[in-house]
């Protein structure tokens, strides 16, 4: 208790961090040259780093990371999934050092408050759409998520958007086959031109509906970060695309 009243970035309440203290732009800049640790290869990741109780940095890795949630903003999907996925590893990959920073603090502060509860999540500041390959190996991941990403409105930065025929080519190459791509966003064109991009890629096609109504994590998608709730306040409209990895026919 006094460790949080001694620091005015962590609530007394919750004991979490207050967002407030770690606000930032809302979009980066995916096209400048940030400075941060990349490892070279998927199997230069450490486990131990992410995952401290349940990789201790002596134990071999056995099992790897497969949903990822790139640019995750400040998290809220991210700590909605482990109660629904207790056993999965996961990960947010966000471009944005104070952002980064408060989600790590935010999964620190559940663990503590929930213990053996929240393990299984981490946070790691990077651009995605560089270093995927650096992350993941092939067919390693069976969840990617994309909500709310930045809009880029003038065509001119549109090959600044996270979902394009040419970034879809990593994102097919990290999924395992049957894997799923979620987007979602509170922009029309933008919604367009993910559902294009994903049609016109010969390794994506999408999800029925049957399926989404079963899958749980389609109902978080517009509700558990804060974009989304921001949009359902404001009475707007989300428009998402959900698509699965196949093995593309000759």
Request: hydrophobic share 35%; charged share 25%.
């Given at each position: 208790?006094?460790?949080?009243?001694?620091?005015?970035?962590?609530?007394?309440t919750?004991?979490l961090p207050?967002?407030?203290?770690?606000?930032?732009?809302?979009?980066g800049?995916?096209?400048?040259?940030?400075?941060f640790?990349?490892?070279?290869s998927?199997?230069?990741?450490?486990?131990?780093?992410?995952?401290?109780?349940?990789?201790?940095?002596?134990?071999?890795?056995n099992?790897?990371?497969?949903f990822?949630?790139?640019g995750?903003?400040?998290?809220?999907?991210?700590?909605?999934?482990p109660t629904l996925f207790p056993?999965?590893?996961?990960?947010?990959?966000?471009l944005?050092?104070?952002?980064?920073?408060?989600?790590?603090e935010r999964?620190?502060?559940?663990?503590v408050?929930?213990?053996?509860?929240?393990q299984?999540?981490?946070?790691?500041?990077?651009?995605?759409?560089?270093y995927?390959?650096?992350?993941f190996?092939k067919g390693?991941?069976?969840?990617?998520?994309?909500?709310?990403?930045?809009?880029?409105?003038?065509?001119?930065n549109?090959?600044?958007?996270?979902?394009?025929p040419h970034?879809?080519?990593?994102?097919a190459?990290?999924?395992?086959?049957?894997?799923?791509?979620?987007?979602?966003?509170?922009?029309?064109?933008?919604?367009?031109?993910?559902?294009?991009?994903?049609?016109?890629?010969?390794m994506?096609?999408?999800?029925?509906?049957?399926?989404?109504?079963?899958d749980?994590?389609?109902?978080?998608?517009?509700?558990?970060?804060?974009?989304?709730?921001?949009?359902?306040?404001?009475?707007?409209?989300?428009?998402?695309?959900?698509?699965?990895?196949?093995?593309?026919?000759?």
């Amino acid at each position: 208790m006094l460790k949080n009243e001694a620091n005015p970035h962590i609530s007394k309440t919750t004991r979490l961090p207050r967002k407030r203290f770690y606000r930032a732009r809302a979009h980066g800049n995916p096209l400048s040259d940030s400075h941060f640790p990349v490892p070279v290869s998927p199997c230069h990741v450490d486990y131990s780093l992410h995952y401290p109780q349940l990789f201790p940095s002596d134990r071999t890795v056995n099992s790897k990371i497969q949903f990822a949630d790139i640019g995750c903003g400040f998290g809220g999907l991210l700590i909605s999934l482990p109660t629904l996925f207790p056993e999965v590893l996961m990960i947010g990959m966000e471009l944005r050092d104070k952002v980064t920073e408060y989600v790590k603090e935010r999964i620190l502060a559940l663990r503590v408050e929930n213990p053996g509860q929240y393990q299984n999540v981490s946070v790691v500041r990077t651009n995605s759409m560089k270093y995927i390959p650096n992350y993941f190996e092939k067919g390693q991941l069976s969840k990617m998520f994309f909500l709310f990403p930045d809009p880029h409105f003038k065509e001119k930065n549109h090959r600044r958007r996270v979902i394009s025929p040419h970034l879809l080519d990593e994102y097919a190459y990290a999924l395992r086959i049957g894997g799923i791509i979620y987007t979602i966003t509170d922009v029309e064109e933008l919604g367009d031109w993910m559902k294009a991009c994903l049609e016109g890629h010969p390794m994506f096609e999408a999800v029925r509906d049957e399926e989404l109504e079963a899958d749980p994590v389609v109902k978080l998608l517009s509700s558990a970060t804060e974009e989304g709730q921001k949009v359902a306040r404001n009475g707007g409209q989300t428009f998402q695309a959900v698509y699965k990895c196949v093995v593309p026919s000759l």
